[in-house]
């Protein structure tokens, strides 16, 4: 196969589709798909990598939960810009740029989880 990185990406973005039928994956698929790649190259952590999509103040974002100690939280806008940490940190309450995020986000839907075991 010539170009293996177009497969592995397909085959991401369909996973990505096929994990949650209601998941509406387009235009977000390659940024998405590079940032599950490099998170599946990371160690397995406890609790396990995920992306969530929510709506937040009119817009469609991502969130990925910090997974350990004083680590921050990142929450991406539609075109994988980091909007802010809401979460996360020696405080626990992220950078403080958006400190409504878990107050005002709306239609949670998990987009992607790691399924390797930690154990």
């Known amino acids: ?10 085959a991401l973005s369909l996973l990505l589709v096929n994990c949650n039928p209601a ?4 235009e977000d698929s390659d940024w998405l798909a590079n940032l599950i790649v490099q998170f599946q190259k990371w160690p397995v952590s406890n609790p ?9 103040k ?7 939960p910090e997974v350990c100690c004083d680590q921050l939280s990142i929450l991406y806008d539609v ?4 909007i802010c940490h809401p979460s996360g940190g020696y405080s626990g ?4 740029r958006c ?5 005002e986000r709306t239609d949670e839907m998990l987009i992607w989880k790691d399924s390797r075991s930690f154990f």
């Not at 309450?93 to 403080?96: K, N, P, Q």
């Open 99 to 103: 400190p409504d995020f878990f107050q």
């Open 1 to 10: 196969m010539k170009h293996p990185l177009i497969f592995v990406l397909l």
């Open 58 to 64: 009119g817009q469609i974002v991502y969130y990925v």
């Open 79 to 82: 075109n994988g810009n980091v």
């Open 48 to 56: 396990p990598r995920s992306i969530w999509r929510y709506e937040f």
């Open 23 to 26: 998941a509406s994956v387009d």
């Open 93 to 96: 309450g992220g950078d403080g």
